[in-house]
Protein backbone atom coordinates (compact mmCIF):
# COMPACT_ATOMS: atom_id res chain seq x y z
CA UNK A 1 0.00 0.00 0.00
CA UNK A 2 1.03 3.65 -0.14
CA UNK A 3 3.04 5.05 2.33
CA UNK A 4 2.35 8.90 3.96
CA UNK A 5 2.52 11.43 1.24
CA UNK A 6 3.36 15.17 1.36
CA UNK A 7 3.48 17.88 -0.97
CA UNK A 8 5.35 19.82 -2.12
CA UNK A 9 8.22 18.17 -1.85
CA UNK A 10 9.99 21.45 -1.90
CA UNK A 11 8.82 25.34 -1.45
CA UNK A 12 10.53 28.59 -2.01
CA UNK A 13 9.01 31.26 -0.57
CA UNK A 14 9.60 34.67 0.00
CA UNK A 15 9.39 36.10 3.68
CA UNK A 16 6.17 37.51 4.47
CA UNK A 17 4.25 35.15 2.52
CA UNK A 18 1.76 31.92 3.68
CA UNK A 19 2.55 28.89 2.50
CA UNK A 20 0.55 25.19 3.07
CA UNK A 21 1.86 21.87 3.09
CA UNK A 22 -0.12 19.19 2.55
CA UNK A 23 -0.17 15.18 4.41
CA UNK A 24 -1.61 12.28 3.03
CA UNK A 25 -1.58 9.61 5.57
CA UNK A 26 -1.79 5.68 5.05
CA UNK A 27 -5.20 4.53 5.18
CA UNK A 28 -6.94 3.54 8.05
CA UNK A 29 -3.68 5.43 10.42
CA UNK A 30 -6.08 7.35 13.01
CA UNK A 31 -2.76 9.57 14.88
CA UNK A 32 -1.19 11.81 12.40
CA UNK A 33 2.00 14.00 13.51
CA UNK A 34 4.45 17.03 12.05
CA UNK A 35 7.61 17.62 12.94
CA UNK A 36 10.03 20.03 12.14
CA UNK A 37 13.46 19.27 11.20
CA UNK A 38 16.41 22.02 11.18
CA UNK A 39 19.27 21.31 8.82
CA UNK A 40 21.49 19.14 10.98
CA UNK A 41 19.24 18.89 14.22
CA UNK A 42 17.42 16.35 15.50
CA UNK A 43 13.22 16.30 15.25
CA UNK A 44 11.01 19.02 16.61
CA UNK A 45 6.94 18.15 17.75
CA UNK A 46 4.79 20.72 16.17
CA UNK A 47 1.09 19.13 16.58
CA UNK A 48 -0.50 15.63 16.89
CA UNK A 49 -3.91 14.48 15.86
CA UNK A 50 -5.76 11.36 16.91
CA UNK A 51 -8.97 10.26 15.46
CA UNK A 52 -11.37 12.81 16.67
CA UNK A 53 -9.73 14.12 19.90
CA UNK A 54 -8.49 17.78 20.54
CA UNK A 55 -5.42 18.35 18.66
CA UNK A 56 -2.30 18.16 20.73
CA UNK A 57 -1.10 21.91 19.61
CA UNK A 58 1.79 22.30 22.38
CA UNK A 59 4.57 22.01 19.60
CA UNK A 60 3.81 24.58 17.58
CA UNK A 61 6.31 27.64 18.35
CA UNK A 62 4.24 30.49 17.53
CA UNK A 63 0.49 31.74 16.24
CA UNK A 64 1.64 31.82 12.58
CA UNK A 65 1.64 27.62 12.46
CA UNK A 66 -1.48 26.55 12.26
CA UNK A 67 -2.76 22.59 11.12
CA UNK A 68 -5.89 21.18 10.24
CA UNK A 69 -7.15 17.84 9.67
CA UNK A 70 -9.93 16.45 7.76
CA UNK A 71 -11.38 13.08 10.16
CA UNK A 72 -9.02 10.63 9.72
CA UNK A 73 -7.12 11.38 6.68
CA UNK A 74 -5.49 14.73 5.21
CA UNK A 75 -3.89 17.59 7.04
CA UNK A 76 -2.65 20.50 6.09
CA UNK A 77 0.23 22.68 8.32
CA UNK A 78 -0.34 26.12 7.68
CA UNK A 79 2.52 28.84 8.09
CA UNK A 80 1.65 32.90 7.94
CA UNK A 81 3.87 35.49 7.47
CA UNK A 82 6.88 33.02 6.94
CA UNK A 83 10.54 34.19 8.73
CA UNK A 84 13.81 32.82 7.58
CA UNK A 85 14.08 30.92 10.70
CA UNK A 86 10.74 28.77 9.24
CA UNK A 87 13.39 27.17 6.84
CA UNK A 88 13.48 23.51 7.80
CA UNK A 89 12.25 20.33 6.48
CA UNK A 90 8.65 19.61 7.49
CA UNK A 91 8.20 16.08 8.57
CA UNK A 92 4.74 14.53 8.95
CA UNK A 93 4.23 10.76 9.98
CA UNK A 94 1.17 8.49 10.79
CA UNK A 95 0.01 5.19 13.28
CA UNK A 96 -2.21 3.26 14.57
CA UNK A 97 -3.81 4.50 17.84
CA UNK A 98 -2.22 1.93 19.68
CA UNK A 99 1.72 1.76 20.28
CA UNK A 100 3.00 0.94 16.77
CA UNK A 101 5.83 3.10 14.73
CA UNK A 102 5.64 5.77 13.42
CA UNK A 103 5.81 5.72 9.24
CA UNK A 104 7.30 8.98 7.89
CA UNK A 105 6.61 10.85 4.57
CA UNK A 106 9.40 12.34 2.96
CA UNK A 107 8.94 15.69 3.99
CA UNK A 108 8.73 19.06 2.24
CA UNK A 109 11.55 21.07 2.31
CA UNK A 110 10.78 24.64 2.82
CA UNK A 111 13.35 27.47 2.05
CA UNK A 112 12.02 31.25 3.13
CA UNK A 113 14.53 33.93 1.43
CA UNK B 1 8.49 14.82 31.61
CA UNK B 2 10.19 12.31 29.07
CA UNK B 3 13.90 12.81 27.54
CA UNK B 4 15.90 11.40 25.49
CA UNK B 5 19.62 11.71 25.98
CA UNK B 6 21.97 10.88 22.85
CA UNK B 7 25.44 11.63 23.81
CA UNK B 8 27.42 10.64 20.80
CA UNK B 9 27.08 13.17 17.69
CA UNK B 10 28.64 10.88 15.84
CA UNK B 11 30.39 7.79 15.43
CA UNK B 12 32.75 5.59 12.68
CA UNK B 13 32.87 1.38 12.33
CA UNK B 14 34.54 -0.79 10.14
CA UNK B 15 32.51 -2.90 7.43
CA UNK B 16 31.59 -6.04 8.81
CA UNK B 17 32.27 -5.04 12.48
CA UNK B 18 29.50 -4.16 15.49
CA UNK B 19 28.66 -1.01 16.63
CA UNK B 20 26.68 0.35 19.81
CA UNK B 21 25.18 3.54 19.83
CA UNK B 22 23.95 4.67 23.41
CA UNK B 23 20.67 5.72 24.45
CA UNK B 24 19.61 7.02 27.89
CA UNK B 25 16.00 8.08 28.83
CA UNK B 26 14.65 9.31 31.41
CA UNK B 27 10.71 8.72 32.88
CA UNK B 28 8.51 8.68 35.32
CA UNK B 29 6.15 5.94 33.77
CA UNK B 30 6.05 2.52 34.61
CA UNK B 31 4.96 1.40 31.10
CA UNK B 32 6.87 2.87 28.35
CA UNK B 33 8.67 2.15 25.23
CA UNK B 34 11.91 3.29 23.18
CA UNK B 35 12.14 2.90 19.26
CA UNK B 36 14.51 3.44 16.85
CA UNK B 37 14.40 5.39 13.35
CA UNK B 38 17.18 5.61 10.78
CA UNK B 39 17.70 8.98 8.51
CA UNK B 40 20.05 8.33 5.49
CA UNK B 41 21.09 11.55 3.52
CA UNK B 42 18.11 11.12 1.79
CA UNK B 43 16.06 12.30 4.67
CA UNK B 44 13.47 9.43 5.23
CA UNK B 45 12.96 8.15 8.76
CA UNK B 46 13.00 4.40 8.82
CA UNK B 47 11.62 2.49 12.01
CA UNK B 48 14.25 -0.01 13.09
CA UNK B 49 13.08 -1.62 16.07
CA UNK B 50 11.18 -0.92 19.25
CA UNK B 51 11.54 -2.35 22.91
CA UNK B 52 8.76 -2.40 24.98
CA UNK B 53 9.40 -1.37 29.22
CA UNK B 54 7.56 -4.74 30.28
CA UNK B 55 9.25 -6.71 27.18
CA UNK B 56 11.00 -9.89 29.07
CA UNK B 57 13.66 -10.40 26.50
CA UNK B 58 15.43 -7.42 24.43
CA UNK B 59 14.14 -6.97 20.81
CA UNK B 60 16.29 -8.02 17.75
CA UNK B 61 15.52 -7.62 14.10
CA UNK B 62 17.63 -9.06 11.75
CA UNK B 63 21.27 -7.07 12.26
CA UNK B 64 19.68 -4.74 15.01
CA UNK B 65 18.74 -5.76 18.67
CA UNK B 66 18.52 -3.44 21.82
CA UNK B 67 20.74 -3.60 24.76
CA UNK B 68 17.68 -3.07 27.19
CA UNK B 69 19.17 -2.19 30.78
CA UNK B 70 15.53 -0.61 32.77
CA UNK B 71 17.64 0.17 36.25
CA UNK B 72 20.32 2.00 33.98
CA UNK B 73 17.49 3.78 31.72
CA UNK B 74 19.45 2.77 28.69
CA UNK B 75 18.14 1.24 25.29
CA UNK B 76 21.64 1.12 23.44
CA UNK B 77 20.89 0.13 19.78
CA UNK B 78 23.36 -2.46 18.69
CA UNK B 79 24.13 -2.56 14.96
CA UNK B 80 25.67 -6.26 14.02
CA UNK B 81 27.70 -6.69 11.11
CA UNK B 82 28.07 -3.26 9.75
CA UNK B 83 27.19 -2.34 5.88
CA UNK B 84 28.18 0.44 4.05
CA UNK B 85 24.40 1.21 4.08
CA UNK B 86 24.21 1.45 7.42
CA UNK B 87 25.78 5.06 7.24
CA UNK B 88 23.48 7.25 8.46
CA UNK B 89 21.47 9.19 11.46
CA UNK B 90 20.10 7.01 14.21
CA UNK B 91 17.57 8.46 16.46
CA UNK B 92 16.17 6.94 19.90
CA UNK B 93 12.76 8.61 20.35
CA UNK B 94 10.29 7.58 23.26
CA UNK B 95 6.11 8.47 23.53
CA UNK B 96 5.47 11.47 25.42
CA UNK B 97 3.18 9.55 27.55
CA UNK B 98 1.80 5.98 27.56
CA UNK B 99 -1.99 5.28 26.93
CA UNK B 100 -3.41 2.26 26.82
CA UNK B 101 -6.61 3.50 26.62
CA UNK B 102 -5.48 5.80 23.35
CA UNK B 103 -2.94 6.44 21.58
CA UNK B 104 0.80 6.50 22.62
CA UNK B 105 0.88 10.55 21.64
CA UNK B 106 3.59 12.30 20.22
CA UNK B 107 7.33 10.80 19.92
CA UNK B 108 10.18 12.60 21.93
CA UNK B 109 13.70 12.06 19.66
CA UNK B 110 17.08 12.58 21.03
CA UNK B 111 19.24 14.81 18.83
CA UNK B 112 20.73 11.81 17.23
CA UNK B 113 23.90 10.20 16.28
CA UNK B 114 25.36 10.05 12.76
CA UNK B 115 27.09 6.85 11.88
CA UNK B 116 29.94 6.43 9.58
CA UNK B 117 30.77 2.94 8.62
CA UNK B 118 34.02 2.39 6.71
CA UNK B 119 35.05 -0.06 3.92
Redesign the interface.
Known amino acids: GAGVSQSPSNKVTEKGKDVELRCDPISGHTALYWYRQRLGQGLEFLIYFQGNSAPDKSGLPSDRFSAERTGESVSTLTIQRTQQEDSAVYLCASSFARVSPLHFGNGTRLTVT | AQKITQTQPGMFVQEKEAVTLDCTYDTSDQSY?L?W?KQPSS?????LI?Q?SYDEQNATEGRYSLNFQKARKSANLVISASQLGDSAMY?C?M??S?N?G???????????TKLSVKP
Do not use: R
Open positions: GFYGEMIFYGFAPSMYGSQGNLIFGKG
